[in-house]
C-alpha cells in the first residue's frame, strides 16, 4: 500500500492509539508534541488544512459508532478501532474519515447515504478495510443526487452481499484510489460509474465466483477515467456477461490475473465510444474481448490463451496491436472497422463491410464470408511465420469487392467472390 503522505494526510505515521482527546500541541516543525493526543490532529485534505472532531471504534474512542459521532454533529473521523454500524449512515454534510491501520468499519446490511453537492471522504492506512452484507439490490454507498461525490483511499472494501447488483458505488461522482475491492459471487456487485468527473486508479478487482460479473461498470460516462486496474480471483464463464465493462469512458493499463477454473473465462467488453489502452492477461486462462459498440478504440492488448476477440454492432470500430492466440469473430452488421498490426492464431472470420486490415497476421488464416463486401488487406500474413503450410485467405462466393494487396500466404488464395482485386501478393 502506497505511503499514506502520498494521499495528503501528513501527521499519521507512527501514531499510537488514543487515549486523550484534548487537542494536539505542534512544534515549529508541524511535529506532535504530545503524541498521545488525537482530536485536533492536523492532516490536509486536498491541501486544505483540517483537524479531526472525534475518535471513533469499540474501544478507547469518543464513539464506539459513526453513527453516534454524526449525531453528535461531528464530521471529520479518526477510526482508532474495529466498528459495527446499526443503522444506515446519513450525514447532512461533507464528511471525513480516516481508518487505522487494520481496523475495519463494517456497515452489516446498512448504507452510507451522501447528500447532493456533499461529499463523503473515507481514508486508510495499510489494512483498513470497509465490509458489508446487503440483501437488496442497492450501492452500500448511495448518492442522494448526482452531484454527491464519494471518495475512497487506500482501503480494502470487502462486499458480501448475498444479492445481485449491490454495488460500491453508483449515480454519483466517484474518486476511488489505492483500493482493493473483494466482490460476491454475485453479479453486478462492483463499482458502477455513471458520472463524468469520475477517477479510478490503481484498483484491485478480486471475483467471488462463477456467477461474479461487472467488477467495474463504466457506462456512458463521457470524461471518466480508470487506470491501473488488476484483475485477479474467479469469474463468471457466461461469455455475452463481463468482468470489466467501459462505455464512453477511458480506462488504461489493465492486467487480467484470473484464477485457474474450468470455463472461467472473464471478458472485457468495450462499448460505444469507449478507449481501452494497454491490457495484459497473465493468467493461464482464456480471457475474451468483445468489442459491443460504435466507435470503440482498442490498442495494445495482449489476451493471451485462446481468447477471442469479438466483434458486435462495432461499427468505426479501431483496433491497434491486439495479439491472441484465439480467433476474430466478426458477426453481421460490423462495418468500417480498422485494424492495424493485428495477431490472431487461430482460424477467423470477416461477416461484416468495409473493414480495413493493415499489417495483421492470421496465423491459420481468414474467410470473408459471404454477404461481406468491399473489405480490404493490405500487407498482411496468412500463415505461420515459417510458411509452407495450407492456411490463406478464402474469399466466398457473393462476397463482393474484396482487396488482397501486398500480402503473404502459405498456400494460394481461395477466391469465389465477385470483383475482388488482388495485387502483389506472395506464396511463401
Known sequence: MPSIYDYGFDKFLNKPSATLYTPAVYDALGEMIDQNQVVGL???????????????????????????????????????????????LNPSGNLLIYIEAGKKVDMGNNLFRIPGAKYLDIRGDAGAEIEWALTSAQPVFTAVQTTSVLRLDGLILDNNSTVGSANVWKDGIGVITNCEVQLPN??????????????????????????????????AVTGAQASQIYVDGTWSAISTVAAIRVESAMISD?????????????????????????????????????????????????LNGQGTVRLDAADFCQLTNIVTTGELDDVAANNNGRFTNCRFELASSIEGDRHK????????????????????????????????GAATITINATSNNTRVVSCMTDAAISDAGTGTVLSANVVY
Open 254 to 302: 489493465i492486467t487480467f490475473n484470473h484464477t485457474d477454473v474450468a470455463l472461467n473465462t472473464p471478458q472485457l467488453e468495450v462499448d460505444s465510444d469507449a478507449v481501452v489502452i494497454d491490457v495484459r492477461n497473465i493468467a493461464p486462462r482464456i480471457l475474451h474481448l468483445r468489442v459491443n459498440g460504435a466507435n470503440a478504440i482498442c490498442k495494445n492488448v495482449d
Open 186 to 219: 454475485q453479479a453486478d456487485c462492483g463499482i458502477s460509474i455513471n458520472a463524468s468527473k469520475s477517477v479510478l486508479r490503481n484498483i484491485i478487482l478480486t471475483g467471488g465466483g462463477t456467477s461474479c460479473t461487472l467488477g467495474l461498470d463504466m457506462q
Open 42 to 88: 492536523k492532516t490536509t485534505l486536498d491541501g486544505i488544512s483540517t483537524t479531526f472532531d472525534a475518535t471513533v471504534g469499540v474501544t478507547g474512542a469518543n464513539y464506539q459508532t459513526i453513527g453516534l459521532a454524526l449525531s453528535a454533529g461531528k464530521s471529520r473521523l479518526l477510526v482508532v478501532d474495529n466498528t459495527t454500524e446499526v443503522a444506515t
Open 357 to 388: 486490415f493493415v499489417d495483421c497476421e492470421f496465423i491459420a488464416g481468414a474467410t470473408v464470408l459471404s454477404g461481406a463486401d468491399n473489405n480490404g488487406f493490405i500487407n498482411c500474413q496468412f500463415g505461420a511465420d515459417a510458411g509452407g
